[in-house]
């Protein structure tokens, strides 16, 4: 079955780093687009970043661009996600995202999400 287990979460304080890491099975990870999606409380789920099926292309949330570093390793089915200089919003639940679509069907993906916090 698909899975996509996100780790690498937890509390750090303002100003540090941290890397968050997806790891996929079930599926041929090398033909999906991945993302990271992120929800805080009382708001809704925002694409943090995005990377193509074969990491020719990356795309980030304003808010998160030149803080936030997205890669992959189709080798080892994984994602990263390298955070640095974190301010306390961005604080939420961090979601690994696999999705591709074709002419005859689309797929969609989600991990189960792992908390960072961000906070003295």
């Known amino acids: 079955q698909v899975q996509l287990v996100e780790s690498g979460g937890g509390l750090v304080q303002p100003g540090g780093s941290l890397r968050l890491s997806c790891a996929a099975s079930?599926?041929?990870?090398?033909?999906?687009?991945m993302s990271w999606y992120r929800q805080a409380p009382g708001k809704e789920r925002e694409l943090v970043a995005t990377?193509?099926?074969?990491?020719?292309?990356?795309n980030y949330s304003d808010s998160v661009k030149g803080r936030f570093t997205i890669s992959r390793d189709n080798a080892n089915n994984a994602l990263n996600l390298q955070m640095s200089t974190l301010k306390p919003e961005d604080t939420a639940v961090y979601y690994c995202?696999?999705?591709?679509?074709?002419?005859?069907?689309?797929?969609?993906?989600w991990g189960q999400g792992t908390q960072v916090t961000v906070s003295t």
């Open positions: 995202n696999a999705h591709r679509r074709s002419p005859f069907r689309e797929f969609d993906y």
């Open positions: 079930g599926f041929t990870f090398s033909n999906y687009a």
């Open positions: 990377i193509t099926s074969n990491g020719g292309s990356i």
